[in-house]
T-cell receptor, first 114, second 110 residues
Framework: DTAVSQTPKYLVTQMGNDKSIKCEQN?????MYWYKQDSKKFLKIMFS???????INETVPNRFSPKSPDKAHLNLHINSLELGDSAVYFC?????????????FGNGTRLTVT | TQLLEQSPQFLSIQEGENLTVYCNSS?????LQWYRQEPGEGPVLLVT?????EVKKLKRLTFQFGDARKDSSLHITAAQPGDTGLYLC??????????FGTGTSLTVIP
């Protein structure tokens, strides 16, 4: 069983469209995250959710909105896609929010905006 | 933003050689984690170091946390093609936020 799964694996869309990426974890973890990895492989946190409550929201445009229907799911919805949104998006989870709780990542969604 | 600089950014070596990757910051972290990422996959945790000066070994990989908890190093002995990947350090702040390093892309040539 895949611990953290995200779909789709690849997403190609045009500017201005709205798209969603889904993420599910079966580890029973309390905290889930969305990260963006740019073309230089730099990983930057976008959001984290703890028990369905948003606890981190970095300088991310409000076109991006996380939605968590339950503790095991954290979906990412993106409105009015722009060229600069092209990147690989990773979902992750951790058992709790703490320095000794490692991150478990999904295999990423490569988003290409044309 | 707490910046973690990794060096080198790219490294290409022959099988059997040794190498060291550095992760440096001006910020103090409560702990530091190392991840390896292979193409098309997400990063996978290798180790967590918590105490200043701590050394952990994972087979041919040796991880060290700096005494001041601002930097870390990863040393690989007798590198193998299976070690190829992107190595990422991640500092965990006292506020429990993760800050990833700039990454080191390692290629081990058979």
């Amino acid at each position: 069983d895949t611990a953290v799964s995200q779909t789709p694996k690849y997403l190609v869309t045009q500017m201005g469209n709205d798209k969603s990426i889904k993420c599910e974890q079966n580890l029973g973890h309390d905290t889930m995250y969305w990260y963006k990895q740019d073309s230089k492989k730099f990983l930057k946190i976008m959001f984290s959710y703890n028990n369905k409550e948003l606890i981190i929201n970095e300088t991310v445009p409000n076109r991006f909105s996380p939605k968590s229907p339950d503790k095991a799911h954290l979906n990412l919805h993106i409105n009015s896609l722009e060229l600069g949104d092209s990147a690989v998006y990773f979902c992750a989870s951790s058992q709790f929010t703490g320095s000794n709780s490692p991150l478990h990542f999904g295999n990423g969604t490569r988003l290409t905006v044309t | 933003t707490q910046l973690l600089e990794q060096s080198p950014q790219f490294l290409s070596i022959q099988e059997g050689e040794n190498l060291t990757v550095y992760c440096n910051s001006s910020s103090v972290f409560s702990s530091l984690q190392w991840y390896r990422q292979e193409p098309g996959e997400g990063p996978v945790l290798l180790v967590t170091v918590v105490t200043g000066g701590e050394v952990k070994k994972l087979k041919r990989l040796t991880f060290q946390f700096g005494d001041a908890r601002k930097d870390s190093s990863l040393h690989i002995t007798a590198a193998q093609p299976g070690d190829t990947g992107l190595y990422l350090c991640a500092g965990v702040s006292t506020g429990n936020q993760f800050y990833f390093g700039t990454g080191t892309s390692l290629t081990v040539i058979p």
